[in-house]
């Protein structure tokens, strides 16, 4: 049986592995991005992946990507809540606003996308939710104060709702990346990348963002349906819960 996936935050980095990855594993697949047109363009043109342009920060704008893209491919099966964004600083200079930012971006837009597909999801008794948290979530990271709170926000929800979900045939879970090599990662000061970051990662090297979309093809597949609730760590031992 074909699945439609939806995958937010598809064209960059982590996001376009996820997407790539599940239409490998033979889904219909569809991205959102919020605003680089350039590289949703390039996302498409190399893959064949259609790119849906919104902001996971907006309720009402998740309404209406949600049924353009169902319109396009049918009922949302698997929902892969990935888009994210960081505005670190420490928290002493941290403003209201970066806090608001990655807080409406990261955790409501959490809300945001799932909440308009999740009565579907019931009615057909099949889906996938899968959150894309962070190991910062989970342990925390100087700097990153709004991030690391929203990334634990994620963590709640995700085993919260996985209850709500697990007698309707939805599963539930996040993964916890640790430091991948996309964009936001080589955005961090090259010094403490190198002298702080990479050091603490046992496996002596950052992620692969095909490393994180693997897990999400599992979770997603139909042999995954007893796994609900679940924290899925992919961080090279960094941080072992
Ligand atoms: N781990 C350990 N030490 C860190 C650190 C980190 N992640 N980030 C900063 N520090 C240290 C710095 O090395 C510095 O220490 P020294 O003076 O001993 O060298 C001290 O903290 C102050 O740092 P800065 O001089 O850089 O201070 P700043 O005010 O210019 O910038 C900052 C602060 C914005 C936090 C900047 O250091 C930074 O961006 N750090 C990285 C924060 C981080 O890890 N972000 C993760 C982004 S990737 C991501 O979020 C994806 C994911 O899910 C994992």
Redesign the pocket.
């Known amino acids: 049986m074909t699945r439609v996936a939806l995958v937010t935050g598809g064209t960059r980095g982590i996001g376009a592995a996820i997407a790539v990855a599940l239409k490998d594993s033979g889904a219909r697949v569809a991205v959102s991005y919020a605003g680089n047109d350039e590289a949703a363009a390039a996302f498409s043109a190399k893959t064949g992946i259609k790119a849906y342009k919104w902001s996971v920060a907006d309720y009402d704008e998740c309404v209406t990507g949600i049924a353009d893209v169902e319109a396009d491919l049918g009922p949302i099966d698997i929902l892969v809540n990935n888009a ?1 964004i ?1 505005r ?3 928290f002493h ?1 941290l403003t209201r606003e970066a806090w608001r930012e990655v807080i409406d971006t990261n955790l409501n837009g959490v809300f945001n996308m799932t909440h308009p597909i999740w009565p579907g999801m019931r009615s057909r008794k099949f889906g996938r939710v899968i959150n894309i ?5 989970q342990k925390g ?4 104060v709004n ?1 690391s709170a929203s ?1 634990a926000g994620d963590l709640g929800f995700t085993k919260a709702l996985a209850q709500e979900g697990a007698f309707m045939g939805i599963t539930v879970n996040a993964i ?5 090599g ?1 964009e ?2 080589r ?3 090259e ?3 190198n ?3 990479i050091p ?1 990662i046992p496996v002596g090297r950052l992620g692969e963002p095909e490393e994180i979309a693997r897990c999400v093809v599992f979770l997603a597949s139909d042999d995954a349906g007893f796994i609900t609730g679940s924290t899925l760590t992919a961080n090279g031992g960094q941080f072992v819960v």
């Not at 948290?133 to 979530?137: A, D, K, Y």
């Open positions: 994210g960081t670190d600083g420490m200079k948290s962070s190991i910062n979530g990271q100087m700097g990153q991030y990334k916890c990346p640790g430091y991948i996309t936001m990662v955005a961090i000061p010094k403490v990348l002298e702080k970051i603490q």
